[in-house]
Antibody
């Protein structure tokens, strides 16, 4: 059974950098899947942040591209998200998820982690 | 403002059927498939329908999806109280070169 688990600080100061990691178990991170980050502000809808393949190839949401970096560490079976210059608008539950067909079909999700941007 | 358009709410009584719509454009629905998610309060979204009308293993056949042109629908038959949740559509968008979501529909089982 594939499991994804997010981890990282729950509080980030404005103008700082949000850093999260997603640990993958039950499957090889080098399989033919893309690994994604999706976020959800409190009480609002879902927003795709970006994705990465085990080769390191990435795609980002154009609205966040200038501030986002997604990386993969195959030896640790994890991938990471960095979002710079955060503001209160970046407060959200951040999910990691796996996609098979790269059509917005996320078949496995982490349980999500709330990140609050506040001083 | 979401790229995909869903009604903010829908409702039905137990045993009834309900349909949730999702409207897109040629850059997303035109050449790509639609997916649907169910999100229960306080939990991660769950893939309900992928590739327009395919159900992952374990999803009841009460849930079905369809797509025609730049519109898609999620149909739920035999409503149950546990179906009360938020439902989202999603697709790849060729213009944005990324995944786009609908704004979500809150389903209430009366």
């Amino acid at each position: 059974q594939v499991q994804l688990q997010e981890s990282g600080p729950g509080l980030v100061k404005p103008s700082g950098t949000l850093s999260l990691t997603c640990a993958v178990s039950g499957d090889s991170i080098s399989s033919s899947y893309w690994w994604n980050w999706v976020r959800q502000p409190p009480g609002k809808g879902l927003e795709w942040i970006g994705e990465i393949y085990h080769s390191g190839s990435t795609k980002y949401n154009p609205s966040l591209k200038s501030r986002v970096t997604i990386s993969v560490d195959k030896s640790k079976k994890q991938f990471s998200l960095k979002l710079s210059s955060v503001t209160a608008a970046d407060t959200a539950v951040y999910y990691c998820a796996r996609t098979v067909y790269r059509q917005g079909d996320f078949d496995y999700w982490g349980q999500g982690t709330l990140v609050t941007v506040s001083s | 403002q979401s790229v995909l358009t869903q009604p903010p709410s829908a409702s039905g009584t137990p045993g009834q059927g309900v349909t949730i719509s999702c409207s897109g454009s040629s850059s997303n629905f035109g050449g790509n498939t639609v997916n649907w998610y169910q999100q229960l309060p306080g939990t991660a979204p769950k893939l309900l329908i992928y590739s327009n009308n395919q159900r992952p293993s374990g999803v009841p056949d009460r849930f079905s999806g369809s797509k025609s042109g730049t519109s898609a629908s999620l149909a739920i038959s035999g409503l149950q109280s546990e179906d009360e949740a938020d439902y989202y559509c999603a697709a790849w968008d060729d213009s944005l070169n990324g995944v786009v979501f609908g704004g979500g529909t809150k389903l209430t089982v009366l």
